[in-house]
């Protein structure tokens, strides 16, 4: 069983659509919840990381975590065509980072 | 904002070749990462540098090595380039205490043929 398990997608939405994107980890030590997404031939970018359970909002996106379920999840509100990119979950402590696989989302006009 | 640049976008080799690629962060980060990245396997750690002329492995650092002589620089040297080693390089930098908050650079796509 991977540490992180993502599902790979692709995520296909019309503009405006709230999006769900979603991790599932195996170790419950982690106590660090990223998001990094990631333009076509580029390096991933910080988006949003959290290190307890519930909510986290910056604008149009929230980060939720579920330690009893080992779960987390990034929301993207009124999504646009500029958030197509693949989403990174990445999970882990003070001294490691396990990164999902990342998920592809297309939102079309 | 967080600077992380990287020596080569796209870069091609022949298999047996000696490769270097190079990675500069401005943002006086202890901490400096090298991964690949390929589809369907996510980001995998190569090896990983926590202070100067130190270096710790990762999860795949066969057929690597790296070198860190100042802060500021993190290599990644592959001794004799193999076609299985085409992939996506991405380098990260991150504060020592916050190994989770890394930033990266833009990647170097490599083709070993």
């Known amino acids: 069983q991977k540490e992180v398990e993502q599902d790979p997608g692709p995520l296909s939405v019309p503009e405006g659509a709230i999006v769900s994107l979603n991790c599932t980890y195996s170790?419950?030590?982690?106590?660090?919840f990223m998001w990094y997404r990631q333009y076509s031939r580029k390096g991933p970018e910080l988006l949003m990381y959290?290190?307890?359970?519930g909510n986290k909002e910056d604008g149009r996106f929230t980060a939720q975590v579920d330690k009893s379920s080992k779960y987390i999840s990034l929301f993207i509100r009124d999504s646009q065509p500029s958030d197509s990119a693949t989403y990174l979950c990445?999970?882990?402590?003070?001294?490691?980072?396990?990164f999902g696989t990342g998920t592809r989302l297309q939102v079309f006009p | 904002d967080v600077k992380v640049t990287q020596s080569s976008r796209y870069l091609v080799k022949r298999t047996g070749e000696k490769v270097f690629l190079e990675c500069v962060q401005d943002?006086?980060?202890?901490?400096m990462f090298w991964y690949r990245q390929d589809p369907g396997l996510g980001l995998r750690l190569i090896y990983f540098?926590?202070?100067?002329?130190?270096?710790e492995k990762g999860d795949i650092p066969e057929g690597y090595s790296v070198s860190r002589e100042k802060k500021e620089r993190f290599s990644l040297i592959l001794e004799s380039a193999s076609t299985n080693q085409t992939s996506m390089y991405l380098c990260?930098?991150?504060?020592?205490?916050?190994?989770?908050?890394?930033?990266f650079g833009p990647g170097t796509r490599l083709t070993v043929t």
């Open positions: 990260a930098s991150s504060p020592r205490v916050l190994t989770y908050e890394q930033y």
């Open positions: 170790n419950s030590a982690f106590q660090y």
């Open positions: 959290t290190y307890s359970s």
């Open positions: 990445a999970i882990g402590n003070t001294d490691k980072l396990i």
């Open positions: 943002m006086d980060h202890e901490n």
């Open positions: 540098s926590y202070d100067v002329k130190m270096k």
